[in-house]
């Protein structure tokens, strides 16, 4: 079965005979595939039902036994025990903070966020993980961050934080980042407080660039 290359990434973060929880699953196409390639059993979860009716169909058009549906928010209802994986994309971090609040949690979360990347760091952290690894994908003119949480305690800093302590000696990924910020900037009036911050900020990922 083929899928995209964000998904496969976070197939490659996932051993053999896991057990998943897929949160916003949407057509459940991840599932489909780990329980394929390799042998996980899966929860795949979503909010909304007509996501949820189109994972059910893929489900069984692929004839795959051991992925299970639920129409839920986030893990409400969902029963999680240290050992399950439980993976969290698609969607912000405000969302993914709210799923992730006040709840039992699994060891290893593999965690991917469109918006606000070192508030998720910083926040999942606070909870008792650290970050066992990142991956940067870019695929169809978007790109992606994938983050795994493994449950440990290690002291980061601010740069780590705010451009991920192994991203930040990935040279794509800085480079993006400085276009963006560029992009930016050439927007900004010369006299606004953000310029001096996004110009901080670009100073910073020169300064990354270099140690590379």
């Known amino acids: 079965m083929k899928i995209s290359k964000r998904l496969e990434t976070i197939a490659d973060f996932i051993p053999i005979n896991s057990k998943v929880i897929d949160v916003g699953c949407d057509h459940a196409l991840l599932d489909i595939y780990l329980s394929q390639e390799k042998n996980c059993e899966c929860i795949a979860s979503d909010v909304n039902k007509n996501a949820l009716d189109q994972a059910k169909y893929n489900i069984s058009r692929f004839h795959v036994k051991n992925v299970t549906t639920v129409l839920t928010d986030g893990l409400e209802g969902i029963p999680v025990s240290s050992k399950d994986i439980v993976v969290i994309s698609g969607m912000g971090t405000l969302t993914i903070k709210e799923i992730l609040e006040g709840r039992n949690l699994s060891d290893r979360m593999i965690i991917s966020t ?10 999942v952290v606070s909870l008792g993980y650290k970050i066992q690894d990142e991956k940067y994908v870019e695929e169809k003119k978007k790109y992606y961050i994938i983050m795994v949480f493994v449950k440990g305690q290690i002291q980061y800093s601010e740069e780590d934080f705010k451009f991920g302590p192994i991203l930040k000696y990935n040279a794509k990924f800085l480079q993006n980042e400085q276009e963006k910020l560029l992009d930016i900037i050439s927007r900004i009036p ?3 407080e953000l310029l001096r911050e996004k ?10 660039k270099k140690n590379i």
């Open 114 to 123: 469109h918006t606000d990347f070192e508030d998720l760091r910083k926040y």
């Open 190 to 192: 010369e006299d606004d």
């Open 199 to 208: 110009q901080e900020l670009l100073e910073e990922i020169e300064q990354l």
